[in-house]
Structure formats: C-alpha cells, structure tokens
C-alpha cells in the first residue's frame, strides 16, 4: 500500500556548528523542493522548432511554516538574526535541509480560536534531498 501519513513531520534548526533543535507545536509546512529550472531558447534558424535547454534553478523562495503559538519558541525564533541550517524531516526518514534566514511573525486573530504564528525562511541555498 502506498501512502504516508504527515503525523511526525518535523522542522528543526541549527545555528552555527550547534546541533539541530527542533521546534514543536508544528501544524503546517508548504512546498518544499528546488522547483523547475529555468529555460534558455537555444532555437537556430535551422529548426522547424523553438528547442530550448535547462538553465539555472532558482533558490530564492520563502517557505512558511505554521505553528501554535508558545510564547518561549517565537521569542527565540524572533530574536534570531543570521542564517541559519534548517531540516525538514518526512516520518519515512527522508530530510530536506536547506539554509536560511528566519522571520516570524503572528497570524490574525478571531473569538474563539488558537492563537498560530507563521515563521518564514528566506531560502538561500540549493534544497537538499537524502
């Protein structure tokens, strides 16, 4: 049976040589991946085609991830200032890591509903897979 469930997913960070910490009160991750890269028109007045080659990906993304808010982690996460690594690891044992600048900040609020934050990373690096 194929499948896997998203239970277990977490998101951890290291700063400098330190060793990855990792964040609780996880609710959501988006996509994560390198995406498509770029085409380059290689087309020549011969072809009866456009023909075209891959050319260079593109890290520059931001991934939002959702939490519930803990006053302690937001203010850590807050105060963080320089690039840091980050991991995302799937509950089959695969991890993308990846470095990154965070940012966070409070999600809208509304009666009767759990308060969340969403922390932002600036990729700045190739996503890696293993």
Known sequence: MAGIL???????????????????????????????????????????????????????????????????????????AETCEWEVALPDGIKATFTGTPGVKMNSASTNSALTYNLTVTVESAIAFA
């Open 6 to 80: 998203s239970k277990g997913i977490t998101l951890s960070y290291k700063v400098a040589e330190g060793e990855f910490i990792a964040l609780t009160n996880l609710q959501e991750i988006p996509e994560i991946g390198n995406g498509a890269r770029e085409k380059v028109e290689v087309t020549t007045l011969a072809d009866d085609n456009k023909m075209y080659i891959a050319g260079l990906g593109d890290s520059g993304q931001e991934l939002t991830f959702k939490f519930l808010h803990e006053k302690e982690q937001f203010q850590t996460l807050a105060a963080i």
